[in-house]
């Protein structure tokens, strides 16, 4: 039996950006929000943020506060190397190799993309364009104060 999964949408600085509740949090496409920086590549925008030394002190630091079951003596190994210019993150393999639980990577055409919990999300846009966050909070709350979103997807 397939989990019946929650989403919606909301239009931020005329950017569809979706949203897909999981376990009663609603995580945000950072494959849509990179779309306002780079509508051609987003994935790319999501792995140059990731790859940021800054960034990845951030989410790393997020997993060690929210997940129980997070691989601390990988991301330490990840830490190290994240001081090299050299230095490479993609969301699959932080999730695969670190059992993060901050973002969700699905493959696909359709609700395929990266997606990461509202803190990890709200980061990313500021790092995209301090405005844009900002347009991002306001929709995100006018949203959860709507709670008659939920269109369902199976």
């Known amino acids: 039996m397939k989990k019946e999964l929650i989403s919606t949408q909301m239009n931020v ?3 569809l950006i979706n949203i897909m ?3 009663d949090i609603d995580y945000i496409s950072l494959t849509d929000l990179a779309r306002y920086k780079n509508p051609l590549t987003p994935g790319d925008v999501i792995i140059k943020w990731m790859s940021n030394k800054s960034s990845f002190d951030f989410y790393c630091l997020w997993e060690e506060l929210s997940n129980p ?3 601390l003596a990988e991301s330490r190994e ?3 190397d994240s001081a090299t210019q050299s ?3 993609s969301p699959s393999r932080w999730i695969k190799e670190t059992n993060a639980i901050g973002f969700i990577s699905k493959r696909g055409k359709y609700n395929g993309g990266t997606f990461a919990h509202p803190d990890i999300a709200l980061e990313f846009a500021s ?3 301090s405005a844009f966050k900002l347009h991002l909070i306001k929709e995100f709350e006018r949203l ?4 008659n979103y939920q269109n369902k997807i199976n």
Do not use: G, P, Y
């Open 78 to 80: 990840f830490k190290i």
């Open 13 to 15: 600085n005329n950017t």
């Open 21 to 23: 509740r999981v376990k």
């Open 144 to 147: 959860k104060q709507n709670e």
């Open 69 to 71: 079951n997070f691989k």
């Open 87 to 89: 230095f490479t993150m």
């Open 127 to 129: 790092w995209i364009d």
